[in-house]
T-cell receptor, first 112, second 118 residues
Framework: DQQVKQNSPSLSVQEGRISILNCDYTNSMFDYFLWYKKYPAEGPTFLISISSIKDKNEDGRFTVFLNKSAKHLSLHIVPSQPGDSAVYFCAASASFGSRLTFGEGTQLTVNP | GAVVSQHPSRVICKSGTSVKIECRSLDFQATTMFWYRQFPKQSLMLMATSNEGSKATYEQGVEKDKFLINHASLTLSTLTVTSAHPEDSSFYIC??????????????FGPGTRLTVT
């Protein structure tokens, strides 16, 4: 039972344009969401997070949007840079301090 | 910062031997550490949750006698793969969570350990 899904295994965008990575979840108990970036043969790096009491959180070029009614969140990167090319995982947590459930990841490629 | 290290980064061992992987939180105390496994082109699979001073909680399907976890201090957890077989070859990643406040949702990951069993 995949409770967190990233339906796009890959995404390719041009440098300078916006990258939009999507994530859907099924468990209505999830109340905290995170995005991680991962390079090959490295551990994931925390990017940005959002609590279910918010619908938007912004940090520099990264913005996460949460639509609770649709059980959908997205990560916007603008402007995209070649160094952003990596696998992006969304993750969700059901209660304070509990385990994270990860999506399958989306490979982002930003072309110069 | 929130730095987590893992050692070794890469290990090759023969079938039947045991391998120990260390996970350390370098600049914070980790009340909880997690061990994940990642197969190529797949998501991170949580293997177990380890709290300092208590027994690890294993996910369904993970053999606790094969994957021994020890969390002896607030900065160190170890994963020992016992009697390793080629199917145990994988990328093992640990993460650590700080206690307190909203930051306890966030996990900080180590760089991972590539295990190859020949």
């Amino acid at each position: 039972d995949q409770q967190v899904k990233q339906n796009s295994p890959s995404l390719s965008v041009q440098e300078g344009r916006i990258s939009i990575l999507n994530c859907d979840y099924t468990n209505s108990m999830f109340d905290y969401f995170l995005w991680y970036k991962k390079y090959p043969a490295e551990g994931p790096t925390f990017l940005i997070s959002i609590s279910s009491i918010k619908d938007k959180n912004e940090d520099g070029r990264f913005t996460v949007f949460l639509n609770k009614s649709a059980k959908h969140l997205s990560l916007h990167i603008v402007p995209s840079q070649p160094g952003d090319s990596a696998v992006y995982f969304c993750a969700a947590s059901a209660s304070f301090g509990s385990r994270l459930t990860f999506g399958e990841g989306t490979q982002l490629t930003v072309n110069p | 910062g929130a730095v987590v290290s893992q050692h070794p980064s890469r290990v090759i061992c023969k079938s039947g031997t045991s391998v120990k992987i260390e996970c350390r939180s370098l600049d914070f105390q980790a009340t909880t550490m997690f061990w994940y496994r990642q197969f190529p082109k797949q998501s991170l699979m949580l293997m177990a949750t380890s709290n300092e001073g208590s027994k690890a909680t294993y996910e369904q399907g993970v053999e606790k006698d094969k994957f021994l976890i020890n969390h002896a201090s607030l900065t160190l957890s170890t994963l020992t793969v016992t009697s390793a077989h080629p199917e145990d070859s994988s990328f093992y990643i640990c993460s650590a969570r700080r206690g307190g406040g909203q930051s306890s949702y966030e996990q900080y990951f180590g760089p991972g350990t590539r295990l190859t069993v020949t």
